[in-house]
């Protein structure tokens, strides 16, 4: 069972565009939502999160956006540059759960062209 | 400030060999440690979780097994591997609340 689906698979965006990759999760008891940003050959680090008491956050380029009751989220990237070309994943964690790790959806191979 | 070392950076095995990735945590102690496994297309599956030494718990059933002899290092081994075992495996820790897991830097495993 996929408890995070997110899309698109892949996307090509011009630099300077707004790029914007959506998750879903089914688990209402979810409560923390964080996306992931990898690099080929490398582990994904984390590049923003947010948790259901708010509705966005902002940090620079990157807003992600929450929507509790349609149980969504997105991440959008402002003025997309080449250097945003990566390997997205979005997650999701029940914090108050056992000790078992994020959910991850199965990630949006983002292209930024010049 | 905490850091993660994940070892080696690449590994090609035959089949029926055994493995043992290793991973080590420094700058923080009983850390929440995992591993995932990464195939194209299908995200980040996590293969064991581990809250404390000898504390091992499994997602997916399979020919891998984990094993956590000190509290800040983490061993994923199989006795005979499988084609199927090929993929990009990744070590990561977190603090007790379990947000903000950090990963390692992979191993590419190619089963031959």
């Known amino acids: 069972q996929q408890q995070v689906k997110q899309s698109p698979q892949s996307l090509i965006v011009q630099k300077g565009g707004i790029s914007i990759i959506n998750c879903a999760y089914e688990?209402?008891?979810?409560?923390?939502f964080p996306w992931y940003q990898q690099f080929p050959g490398k582990g994904p680090a984390l590049l923003i999160a947010?948790?259901?008491?708010?509705s966005e956050k902002k940090e620079g380029r990157f807003t992600i956006s929450f929507n509790k009751s349609a149980k969504q989220f997105s991440l959008h990237i402002m003025d997309s540059q080449p250097g945003d070309s990566a390997t997205y994943f979005c997650a999701a964690l029940y914090s108050g759960g056992g000790a078992d790790g994020l959910t991850f959806g199965k990630g949006t191979h983002l292209i930024i062209q010049p | 400030s905490q850091t993660i070392h994940q070892w080696p950076a690449t590994l090609v095995q035959p089949v029926g060999s055994p493995l043992s990735l290793e991973c080590t945590v420094e700058g923080t102690s009983n850390p929440n440690l995992y591993w995932y496994r990464q195939a194209a297309g299908r995200g980040l599956q996590l293969l064991f979780y581990?809250?404390?030494?000898?504390?091992i718990s499994s997602e997916v059933p399979q020919n891998l097994s984990a094993s956590r002899p000190q509290d800040r290092q983490f061993i994923l081994s199989s006795k005979k591997l499988l084609l199927s075992d090929s993929g990009f495996y990744l070590c990561a820790w977190s603090g007790p609340y379990r947000d903000r897991c950090t990963f390692g830097s992979g191993t590419r495993l190619t089963v031959v």
């Open positions: 688990n209402t008891a979810f409560d923390y």
């Open positions: 947010i948790r259901p008491d708010v």
């Open positions: 581990s809250v404390g030494i000898g504390q």
